[in-house]
């Protein structure tokens, strides 16, 4: 079993870390874990993408031709990848950002407003976060637990506090997309 | 020890540190940037650490000279137009005999190319790079746990061998991030006699690479072939998979090597017998494991991301007992094991 997710959006929406986060808790269950981001030649309002490949073998391109999961938070990213997910994958998209919807029919889409959730709950910068909770829920490649220790780690030494952000931002997410 | 994630430019900077790297000089080029930032913020930590910025390719490649030949272990990092620079310091280090190891994360090129994946820096590193009768041993990493494992051990053979060592990636394997485990080093086997650090009261030592008479400088060359002669008797590194019941062998190293793996489990999938022969010395190239294969596969496909450099190396080793084709992907662009295994898929057909 090998599952391929791309996360896209712009730069500073956290895309980078969404993948990260993903990669150590896969590295944390056990799996084998690849994380590619796109690099180079990027700007400020530009998009950022990444991938992650995780398994329970040897994983052998870390580049997803065909993901299984994909995670837009603004609408380039949408055009850019749509048409990359495998038959039956799954698009998560941010939906407070997102006016269009993918014209795809073979494939499943969860609409996460989690823009307008992250402020709600009075930090726009856990929209990322929110986004990683309805993405854990729906997609069950690591439980919870393990996600947030490894969020955690990842964080290291920064303020305690927001730990608990994470955590809140975290469980809005997943409780947003439901059974 | 634990598992890290790491990205591979930070694990061959991180590697680099814990087995002893003292003086690390570098100048920033994409896509291997991490890690010459990497050894600005983690050299410190080692005990009478060096990093330096420096101000071009060329000052770093002749400081880590002067480095080395004071007696520490080093390194120096760049990209292809950046190593293209560092090449008569290379031939100078070889001359020399100076241990020194220098990474190329390789961009697409010619000239200054793209910042994005490539294997067109075969040639150049296998084949001396610079000028005079020289080799560097070069390393073809594929996974980021062996960017870790070969780091250490290019710091080795640097040492044993008195000789410039180089790890061959691109930008992929810098950029992306796996999981690591880093070994103990081994302790540092390098004799004081070798080291530049005053005379004292003793005699003067002198370490040169320019010899006027003829009869020295020919002699110095023929001891660096007798050298490099024992280097490639007991230094080739390479890795089989799946070769046992194999029809078709693709050649291939770093990250071609894993997007053939991926092709091959897919065409596996579908019932046709291919399996994967992966340098991980690129010098020495492991010519006689190759040769060896020939006995009894008769079709090799030759998969690199260049117009064809390894390629000559492996018509060299096989020398005409087995059909060889080829499949490049150059400058910067990234196959697919899809699309390999479809090339493959082709090439079975036209077999049988």
Known sequence: MIVKTIFSGFGGQGVLMMGVSLANSAMNKGYHVTYLPAYGAEMRGGTANCTVALGDEEIASPVASEPNYLIVMNAPSLFSFQNRVTSEGVIFLNSSIIKDRPNRKDVKVFCIPCTDIAQELGNSRVANIIMMGAFIKKSGVVSPDIYLKSLESIMGSKKKSLAEVNRKAFATGFDYVKE | ?352
């Open chain 2, 1 to 352: 020890m634990n598992k890290v994630l790491m990205s591979g430019n930070n694990i061959i900077a991180e590697a680099a540190i814990r087995a002893g790297c003292r003086f690390y000089a570098g100048y920033p080029i994409t896509p291997q940037n991490e890690l010459t930032e990497y050894m600005a913020e983690h050299m410190r930590r080692a005990d009478a650490g060096v990093f330096i910025q420096s101000e071009s390719e060329i000052a770093a490649i002749n400081m880590i000279a002067g480095a080395s030949a004071a007696g520490v272990r080093v390194m120096t990092s760049s990209s292809s137009p950046g190593i293209s620079l560092k090449q008569e310091g290379i031939s100078s280090m070889a001359a020399c005999e100076l241990p020194g190891i220098i990474v190329n994360i390789m961009r697409g090129g010619p000239g200054l190319g793209n910042i994005l994946p490539a294997q067109g820096d075969y040639f150049q590193a296998t084949r001396g790079g610079g000028h005079g009768d020289y080799r560097t041993i070069v390393y073809g990493p594929g996974t980021c746990q062996e960017l870790a494992d070969l780091t250490m051990d290019a710091f080795d053979l640097a040492d044993k061998y008195r000789t410039p060592v180089m790890i061959l990636a691109d930008g992929m394997m810098g950029q992306m991030m796996e999981p690591v485990i880093f070994k103990k080093p081994k302790p540092r086997q390098y004799s004081e006699k070798f080291m530049l650090r005053g005379a004292g009261t003793g005699k003067s030592k002198f370490i040169r690479g320019l010899l006027l008479d003829p009869i020295d400088s020919e002699e110095h060359n023929w001891k660096l072939a007798r050298k490099y002669d024992v280097i490639t008797k007991n230094e080739t590194l390479h890795e089989e998979h799946n070769i046992e019941d194999a029809q078709l062998v693709i050649v291939a190293y770093g990250t071609a090597a894993r997007i053939a793996k991926g092709a091959i489990k897919r065409l596996r999938d579908q019932g046709m017998k291919v399996g994967l022969f992966r340098p991980i010395t690129l010098w020495p190239f492991p010519e006689l494991k190759l040769r060896a294969l020939s006995a009894k596969i008769k079709n090799f496909l030759v998969f690199e991301m260049s117009t064809g450099q390894m390629l000559d190396d492996v018509r060299l080793a096989l020398q005409g007992y087995a059909n060889i084709e080829f499949h490049g992907r150059p400058g910067g662009a990234v196959p697919t094991p899809a699309e390999l295994a479809n090339v493959i898929a082709r090439l079975c057909d036209k077999n049988d």
